[in-house]
């Protein structure tokens, strides 16, 4: 049964060909390198003996094993626990870049972009650890035999299935590695950035910063929402305090109003179209007079009596409207009289517009059982 092993490839130094390296404009490090060749390459027994291993590059280099190193992951050396592979469980904290692509043949090697995103391994490699080792699995074929070139070997290997990809020192593919500088500008690549921790450190300083400016800034959000909250009520309080003020400006007219046509109708000698005030002065009807003037000429033609000066404006209103319910009911009397086809010379009429009243034919208690109800006339001649 064919053994199945674990291999990591030799690497010399050969740079022929590759492009310059590139900084991104985010400091990672875009690299242009040989990743395998094929052709023998010796490994050491556990004795301490030799043992030289053939990869065909028809086999290796073909296009179905090219493609199987693509977005291989990048690792700082090959990894020393977990059977050196690169697993889920150990990915987060091994891997720092990663394999393009663009993997190809190039003549009796392999060829891609590499990208390394890690900054310590950035500052390695501009430090001089620039040579590639692939990590794989492959079976081996131990039937010896020499290569076309006539080169011998012990074993044949065949179905390659790569785990990652290392940057190291020295590596094991004789052709494994990529190229950092120019060949006559050796520093022209950047410094590297920060290492990991101090760019996270960077990081969190920031995210700090741009924290308490937001608080900050919704602080001050919210003060601008207050304020105009606060001018949405008080310009609401204010326009329902004027139209309250209106309402009551409207209700005073209208209570002024009936006020006047109460006066003008129960004491309309008191309050003609025109009369002379106490300048001489010919006014309207009720010009110059307040509310109580026309409530107390109202109470004094009603209950035949003058209102003491020193009475309070509300008893004054008071007996104001007790005198004005008098006043409805005797001309509701006087309507209900008439309806019985009760003559009025049974009783001599009420003379309200000054001076002194006749004595009626008939008192107020006769009318009221002739009109069958409770009331007092109250009318004019």
Same mark, same amino acid.
């Given at each position: 049964?064919?053994?199945t092993?674990?291999?990591?490839?030799?690497?010399?130094?050969?740079r022929e060909?590759?492009?310059?390296?590139?900084?991104?404009?985010?400091?990672?490090?875009?690299?242009?390198?040989y990743?395998?060749?094929?052709?023998?390459?010796?490994?050491?027994?556990?004795?301490?003996?030799?043992?030289?291993e053939?990869?065909?590059?028809e086999?290796?280099?073909?296009?179905?094993i090219?493609?199987?190193h693509?977005?291989?992951?990048?690792?700082?050396?090959?990894?020393?626990?977990?059977?050196?592979?690169v697993?889920?469980?150990?990915?987060?904290?091994?891997?720092?870049?990663?394999?393009?692509?663009?993997v190809?043949? *190039?003549?009796? =090697? @392999?060829? &891609?972009?590499?990208m390394?995103?890690d #900054?310590?391994?950035i %500052?390695a490699?501009? +430090?001089g650890?620039?040579?590639?080792?692939?990590?794989?699995?492959?079976?081996l074929?131990?039937?010896?035999g020499?290569t076309?070139?006539?080169?011998?070997?012990d074993v044949?290997?065949?179905?390659?299935q790569?785990?990652?990809?290392?940057?190291?020192?020295?590596?094991?593919?004789?052709?494994?590695?990529?190229?950092?500088d120019?060949?006559?500008?050796?520093?022209?690549?950047?410094e590297?950035p920060?290492?990991?921790?101090?760019q996270k450190?960077?990081?969190?300083?920031?995210?700090?910063?741009?924290?308490?400016e937001?608080?900050?800034?919704?602080a001050? *959000?919210?003060? =601008? @929402?207050d &304020?105009?909250?606060?001018a949405?009520? #008080?310009?609401?309080? %204010?326009?329902?305090d +004027?139209?309250s003020k209106?309402e009551?400006a409207?209700?005073?007219?209208?209570?002024?109003?009936?006020?006047?046509?109460?006066?003008a109708?129960?004491?309309?000698?008191?309050?003609p179209?025109?009369?002379?005030?106490?300048?001489?002065?010919?006014?309207?009807?009720?010009?110059?007079?307040?509310?109580?003037?026309?409530?107390v000429?109202?109470i004094?033609?009603?209950?035949?009596?003058?209102?003491?000066?020193?009475?309070?404006?509300?008893?004054?209103q008071?007996?104001y409207?007790?005198?004005v319910?008098?006043?409805?009911?005797?001309?509701?009397?006087?309507? *209900?009289?008439?309806?019985?086809?009760?003559?009025?010379?049974?009783?001599?009429?009420?003379?309200?517009?000054?001076?002194? +009243?006749?004595t009626?034919?008939?008192?107020?208690?006769q009318?009221?059982?002739?009109?069958?109800?409770?009331?007092?006339?109250?009318g004019k001649?």
């Amino acid at each position: 049964m064919p053994e199945t092993v674990t291999r990591t490839d030799r690497v010399s130094a050969s740079r022929e060909g590759l492009r310059p390296a590139e900084v991104t404009p985010e400091g990672f490090l875009r690299l242009d390198a040989y990743l395998y060749r094929g052709g023998v390459q010796v490994y050491r027994r556990a004795d301490g003996t030799e043992q030289r291993e053939w990869r065909d590059p028809e086999q290796v280099l073909a296009p179905e094993i090219l493609r199987r190193h693509e977005l291989l992951p990048l690792v700082n050396s090959h990894p020393v626990l977990g059977g050196g592979e690169v697993r889920p469980d150990n990915a987060t904290a091994l891997v720092v870049g990663t394999t393009g692509q663009d993997v190809r043949r *190039a003549g009796n =090697r @392999a060829r &891609a972009t590499i990208m390394v995103y890690d #900054a310590a391994t950035i %500052a390695a490699i501009r +430090a001089g650890k620039q040579e590639l080792s692939i990590g794989y699995k492959c079976k081996l074929d131990p039937t010896p035999g020499t290569t076309p070139d006539g080169e011998r070997y012990d074993v044949r290997q065949y179905d390659w299935q790569p785990n990652h990809n290392a940057v190291e020192h020295r590596g094991r593919a004789g052709d494994a590695v990529v190229r950092v500088d120019h060949a006559d500008a050796v520093d022209e690549l950047p410094e590297p950035p920060a290492p990991a921790s101090a760019q996270k450190a960077g990081i969190m300083e920031e995210l700090k910063k741009e924290l308490a400016e937001a608080v900050a800034a919704l602080a001050a *959000a919210n003060k =601008r @929402a207050d &304020a105009a909250e606060a001018a949405v009520v #008080a310009e609401r309080s %204010a326009r329902l305090d +004027a139209a309250s003020k209106i309402e009551g400006a409207r209700a005073e007219v209208r209570a002024r109003l009936a006020l006047e046509q109460r006066a003008a109708a129960i004491c309309p000698d008191v309050f003609p179209e025109t009369r002379v005030d106490s300048a001489g002065k010919t006014v309207e009807r009720f010009d110059g007079l307040n509310d109580r003037d026309l409530m107390v000429a109202v109470i004094k033609r009603v209950d035949g009596e003058d209102v003491p000066a020193d009475l309070s404006d509300t008893l004054v209103q008071g007996f104001y409207l007790s005198a004005v319910k008098r006043a409805d009911r005797g001309v509701a009397d006087r309507g *209900a009289l008439a309806a019985r086809h009760i003559t009025p010379a049974s009783f001599s009429p009420v003379v309200l517009s000054g001076g002194t +009243a006749p004595t009626p034919v008939k008192n107020s208690d006769q009318l009221r059982a002739d009109a069958a109800r409770p009331s007092t006339i109250w009318g004019k001649a």
